[in-house]
């Protein structure tokens, strides 16, 4: 089946620098991921749709500045926090949409950012 | 505006009842719903999915009943297991936009043994 690779799972930096978190798609090509954001105890925000070879499209209220996303071929996608402070602590899961057939969803194992 | 209204926030059942969690949507341009299962710390994993030309799909213990009249559908879990202890969410997409998965807000099902 689809799977997408999420890595890493858990990160731990200092406030003010900077986390890249992957996902890969291994056995497709994904023209289109999206980022989430999760909470504790609360469902998954979507923070960005990423289509591969064009600008990543941000939902209202999330800094495309903080949150840069790169979608440079059909099977990576990145996302960087840049200056990361506490409050961008989270759990981020990347998602990606199958392009062929039945078109479904697959997300990746997701990333525990903590900011210290 | 919340587009798809999941219930019960929680729900605690014993080894073999069968939990039903409800979800109801707005948008009519929705034309697939899936349900995820997710464990503390993981990324959602797909259970079962539907569209709309069906009214219920089953696979394993899990079955969905789809409503689009009433633009409704619920989840059900025969047989349920301690392990099937998890946040379940619904969600929806319209094919005819941007693909985006809108999810509920989840359900917390706990199974006691």
């Known amino acids: 089946g689809a799977v997408v690779s999420q890595h890493p799972s858990r990160v731990i930096c200092k406030s003010g620098t900077s986390v890249k978190i992957e996902c890969r798609s291994l056995?497709?090509?994904?023209?289109?991921m999206f980022w989430y954001r999760q909470f504790p105890k609360q469902s998954l925000m979507l923070m960005a749709t990423?289509?591969?070879?064009?600008?990543?499209?941000?939902e209202q209220g999330v800094e495309k500045d903080k949150f840069l996303i790169n979608h440079a071929s059909l099977t990576l996608s990145t996302l960087t926090v840049t200056s990361a402070h506490p409050e961008d602590s989270s759990f981020y899961i990347c998602?990606?949409?199958?392009?062929?057939?039945?078109?479904?969803?697959?997300f990746g194992s997701g990333t525990r950012l903590t900011v210290v | 505006q919340q587009q798809v209204k999941q219930s019960p926030q929680s729900l605690i059942v014993q080894k073999g009842g069968i939990p039903i969690i409800n979800c109801a949507y707005e948008?009519?341009?929705?034309?697939?719903f899936p349900w995820y299962q997710q464990f503390p710390g993981k990324g959602p994993a797909l259970l079962i999915a539907?569209?709309?030309?069906?009214s219920e799909k089953k696979e394993g213990r899990f079955t969905i009943s789809f409503n689009k009249s009433a633009k409704q559908f619920s989840l059900h879990i025969m047989d349920s297991q301690p392990g099937d202890s998890a946040t379940y969410f619904c969600?929806?997409?319209?094919?005819?936009?941007?693909?985006?998965?809108?999810f509920g807000k989840g359900t917390k099902l706990s199974v006691i043994p």
């Open positions: 998602s990606a949409k199958l392009d062929s057939g039945d078109y479904g969803y697959t």
């Open positions: 056995d497709f090509q994904a023209t289109t």
């Open positions: 990423s289509n591969e070879g064009s600008k990543a499209t941000y």
């Open positions: 948008n009519t341009a929705f034309d697939y």
């Open positions: 539907i569209r709309p030309d069906v």
């Open positions: 969600a929806a997409s319209s094919g005819a936009g941007s693909y985006q998965l809108t």
